[in-house]
């Protein structure tokens, strides 16, 4: 069975409370576009298997840690903990989606993960299973299962459908080869809450979205990275109706007018994803 994982940008991104278990509230609206790895998973073959359980070969862009660290291994051995009967698995994992990116290229492939061994295994798991599954392995897993434009609060996991659709406009995303911590992203935020939610920001023109609609870590990123700033401020310039970071960076992205995609040149190691429309990912 093979798959291919999507990336997600954050449309808005506000700290709005520290909670008593050392997470944050937070308020984003979620939106997934398609920017893919590629995920198979196959039943093992070897009886090598019948121990480890599961194998992981992986490709593409350089993913930090041990393969047996790997969100998707997570995944299974989450799964596996309460299907004693699931079948050992081979895993080839291809990166596309840049790792630390604030793209959820992570979060997406354990998502994906979990739903593939559903289907893979008929174990016979709802949607709201899934998404629960999903939540143990992070805080923006959950929306994966979904994969459709969604405002979220709490750590993320509460979730609510939008009808937002951008497919008018021409996309831009950039990623400019910098890993920023999720420490570093939070060392500088003070949580309060917005004026105006995001979910009433949204439903404004997007050329009203400009100075409305913030992430809350792009101080603080911006102030130790000045180079994400400057792309930033390189999509406004090149003509963006709209221009933020994604997540906790160090991604950036750029919502232009439909066939109204700049010319610009980025260095070598910036990957750059240009999209006609910013079409959700069902």
């Not at 278990?21 to 609206?29: F, I, R, S, V």
């Not at 990116?101 to 709802?126: E, H, R």
Request: with cysteine; glycine share 8%.
């Amino acid at each position: 069975m093979i798959s291919f994982p999507n990336a997600k940008i954050n449309l808005g991104l506000n700290i709005v409370r520290k909670r008593d278990d050392g997470y944050h509230d937070l308020e984003t609206l979620f939106y997934p576009v398609a920017l893919r790895d590629a995920l198979e998973i196959i039943p093992a073959q070897d009886p090598s298997f019948s121990e480890a359980g599961v194998r992981l070969h992986l490709s593409g862009k350089t993913v930090e840690g041990s393969p047996d660290k790997n969100i998707c291994v997570k995944a299974w051995h989450l799964l596996k903990a309460d299907f004693p009967n699931l079948q050992a698995v081979e895993m080839y994992l291809h990166k596309a989606i840049p790792m630390g990116a604030g793209l959820g290229g992570g979060s997406a492939d354990g998502s994906f993960t979990i739903k593939m061994l559903n289907d893979l295994f008929d174990l016979g798991l709802t949607s709201d299973s899934l998404e629960s599954y999903a939540l143990q392995l992070g805080s923006d897993c959950p929306f994966f299962i979904r994969n459709a434009p969604c405002f979220a609060s709490g750590r993320g996991e509460r979730m609510i459908s939008s009808t937002l659709d951008l497919t008018d406009y021409a996309f831009l995303l950039v990623h400019p080869g910098i890993h920023v911590s999720t420490a570093v992203a939070f060392s500088g935020v003070k949580p309060s809450v917005p004026e105006l939610s995001i979910s009433e920001i949204v439903t404004m023109d997007v050329n009203m979205w400009r100075g409305r609609l913030v992430n809350d870590f792009e101080r603080t990123v911006f102030t130790a990275f000045p180079a994400i700033e400057t792309l930033r401020d390189r999509l406004y310039d090149a003509g963006a109706i709209y221009a933020a970071m994604t997540g906790s960076g160090s991604s950036v992205f750029g919502i232009f007018p439909k066939n109204g995609l700049p010319e610009i040149r980025f260095p070598e190691d910036h990957t750059v994803y240009i999209q006609e429309s910013l079409t959700p990912v069902i």
